[in-house]
């Protein structure tokens, strides 16, 4: 289609992006840590390093990788960390020694670790201890031959002792496993001298696994050029309202081993010269709100449950929102009750952006400059290309639901190992199905109604899940609600409702009576689960699959 979006783009933006600044992650890493030496780069529980501290680390890594580990350049290197220092050290080390690496969720069970270092023929792992046994019991088959462990506190310094102390004796949350491998203070303090490698935009740079919500776990290959084009897309939009080189502070309470932070978070916000501090988990809300009161950030980045769960915290409104200028939902639909919650606690605007694993992630975004909640997930990217496709492959006319479409330089080499399941999603010309239904309004934004496989089908009519759980949601008595269809012999599928509860006194007549008033009869749901909590990941997104077993 017609590129309209370009006509609503920020003056600063440009419609092209360029590649030819680095010709690889490591080019870009050495330009960063040459002009940002002295900066600070990196908080967390206390312990701040500069750019230059975290080059040196790096560093150290890859020289421990290639000297003591024996891995050569392309060999794969799984990282099972939350948010702590070791992530981002970890990580920059293996792309600075030419490895590709495997972001690995440390809440994976064996099975499921044991399918992705198969799959990704990873020959070593660096892993929290507190999830060692994980490993000792997924390690069977594969190709591991190196194992790393390490603690939470392990590189803070004195404090790091007594939050190892406490998380092994006190919390118990460091089983007693037989495990053995080499420890990450061990490799700091070893490393070696870092040999330059020589890495291409073609080279995969992460393999990040899907979460095999529709089948099994696939392995998305993503080239440093892929990750280079979505932080320079990333780049120029923030640069364009204003992001100031050297000044800004980001919370990272999403997981560094998912894309969106990964990207966002580090990549992008390191291409600034900005500090981030690390959050290692995002669930505990009490002590993300007084990161939030002691660290004032620029920036921060989450998905919806998690803007709800701060919302829903009495002392977050008491937090200092003055230096707050950006903050940005992804990974799941943000609702509009939420958005506008938070916009009238903090007085900045929730900008919706959108995308996926398969393309870097980021796809689309919201101006900047948007004073209030739109609903939509704003405009393609610089060098993006969108399209809406009916069943029949053919292109829908503006305003018409379909499938979403995306060709860009942030698209995903494919699967690995995998032809058949890329050739399923990806076509010769680089048009990437994403499977998400969307419309695209005149203005060139791009709007999401659903996943295609979550879609409910009532007497023939679309039903769309995010739709009828925004309306739930915004109950006030609701604090977050989960929408399924199970079989009906009337209607062929029926709408169901998980719903948790913030006013105990809410009833199912209640709802019935709310979403008479708001949605068409078939979009209603015919009965309503009352729950304590909703199933998610660990970036917080609602697992419907998960819902089945609670009805």
């Known amino acids: 289609m017609d590129k309209i979006w370009l006509n609503n783009y920020p003056k600063d933006v440009p419609h092209e992006i360029s ?3 680095y010709g690889s992650l490591n080019e870009f890493l ?33 020289g421990y990788y290639r000297d003591t580990l024996k891995l050569a350049v392309g060999d794969r290197i799984a990282i099972m960390l939350p948010n702590c220092l070791q992530h981002p050290v970890s990580m920059i080390g293996a792309i600075k020694a030419g490895l590709t690496v495997v972001n690995i969720n440390p809440l994976y069970t064996p099975r499921e670790l044991n399918h992705a270092l198969k799959d990704s023929g990873a020959k070593a792992i660096v892993v929290l201890e507190n999830f060692a046994n994980t490993v000792n019991d997924a390690k069977a088959g594969t190709a ?5 462990l390490t603690e939470l506190g392990d590189l803070i310094g004195l404090k790091g002792k007594v939050v190892n102390f406490v998380l092994r004796y006190v919390k118990k949350m460091v089983p007693a496993h037989t495990l053995k491998g080499h420890r990450i203070k061990d490799a700091l303090a070893k490393g ?7 890495r291409s935009h073609d080279d995969i740079a992460f393999l990040q696994y899907t979460g095999g919500t529709t089948g099994v776990s696939k392995g998305v290959m993503l080239t440093h050029r892929n990750i280079l084009a979505n932080l320079e897309q990333a780049y120029v939009w923030l640069l364009s309202a204003g992001a100031e080189v050297g000044s800004e502070r980001i ?41 939030f009161q002691a660290f004032k950030p620029t920036a921060f980045t989450g998905v919806n449950t998690l803007f709800n769960a701060l919302l829903n915290n009495p002392d977050f409104a008491k937090c200092d929102f003055s230096s707050l200028k950006l903050t940005l939902s ?23 952006a959108y995308g996926l694993t398969e393309t870097s992630p980021a796809v689309c975004i919201n101006r900047m400059d948007e004073t209030e909640f739109n609903g939509t997930v704003g405009l393609p990217l610089s060098s993006t290309e969108v399209c809406v496709r009916d069943d029949n492959g053919n292109e829908c ?9 995306v060709r860009g330089p942030q698209v995903m080499k494919g699967y690995w190992q995998r032809p058949d399941a890329t050739a399923e999603v990806l076509d010769a010309d680089g048009w990437f199905a994403t499977g998400d239904v969307a419309v695209i309004d005149e203005l060139g934004r791009v709007k999401i109604v659903d996943r295609i496989k979550d879609m409910v089908l009532v007497s023939g009519f679309n039903v769309y899940p995010n739709e009828v759980e925004e309306q739930i949601a915004a109950h006030p008595g609701v604090l977050e609600a989960g929408v399924i269809g199970e079989p009906s ?20 007549e209640d709802l019935r009576q709310w979403c008479k008033e708001r949605l068409t009869n078939y979009k209603r749901p015919t009965r309503y689960v009352f729950k304590d909590e909703l199933p998610k990941t660990n970036v917080g997104k609602i697992l419907r699959r998960e819902l089945r077993d609670l009805i």
């Not at 591991?144 to 790393?148: F, R």
């Not at 390191?270 to 669930?283: D, E």
């Open 19 to 21: 590649l030819d600044h």
């Open 30 to 62: 050495s330009d960063a840590f040459s002009r940002y030496q002295s900066l600070p780069a990196i908080e967390f529980l206390g312990k701040r390093i500069s750019y230059g501290e975290l080059d040196r680390m790096t560093d150290q890594m890859a």
């Open 144 to 148: 591991l031959e190196s194992v790393i």
């Open 192 to 198: 070696g001298d870092l040999q330059e490698v020589a």
């Open 251 to 291: 919370i990272t309470a999403l997981p560094l081993y998912h894309i969106f932070a990964l990207t966002a978070n580090c990549f992008t916000y390191m291409r600034m010269g900005a500090l981030a501090v690390l959050v290692p988990n995002a669930r505990d809300i009490p002590a993300l709100v007084k990161t």
């Open 330 to 352: 992804g990974g799941m639909a943000a609702q509009e009750s939420v958005a506008n919650r938070w916009k009238q606690v903090t007085g900045v605007t929730l900008l919706e």
């Open 397 to 405: 006319p503006i305003g018409e639901p379909g499938e979403l479409c």
């Open 489 to 508: 012999e009337v209607t062929g599928e029926a709408v169901v409702a998980v719903v948790v509860k913030s006013d105990p006194s809410v009833s199912d």
